[in-house]
């Protein structure tokens, strides 16, 4: 039984690839693919507005290759390819959603999920 059958469009904000690593991963994508099994049209967008840490390297401030391949490939795993927008700091550097997808999906946003971060999409 589900309390409301209405699908919303929801935006999930975390630290995914602000911080590649399992447990992190698990705490916000969690939210993501609950949402979506339950039928809610979901997208998850990151704006840290810091330089992630890349755990290869074991600092941060060396770039983004890392975290973006990382996000990529966690909603690839899990049939979310188009569903995902990341902000490098430097420069305001978008990926995944292009521009006109993520200004869409933010604008008509029925929920918007903020697990501890500030986001600008």
Not at 40 to 62: F, L, S
Not at 82 to 90: G, I, L
């Amino acid at each position: 039984m589900t309390l409301n059958s209405s699908k919303l469009r929801i935006i999930v904000s975390g630290l995914i690839a602000q911080y590649p690593l399992g447990g992190v991963t698990w705490d916000y994508l969690q939210y993501v693919l609950g949402l979506a099994q339950q039928g809610h049209d979901v997208y998850y967008i990151e704006d840290t507005g810091q330089w992630p840490y890349n755990p290869e390297d074991r600092g941060t401030g060396k770039g983004y290759e890392y975290n973006v391949r990382y996000l990529s490939g966690i909603m690839q795993k899990f049939g979310l390819e188009e569903r995902w927008a990341y902000c490098f700091p430097w420069e305001t550097q978008w990926f995944g959603m292009s521009d006109r997808q993520r200004r869409e999906s933010s604008r008509v946003c029925g929920l918007l999920i903020n697990i501890g971060i500030n986001i600008t999409a």
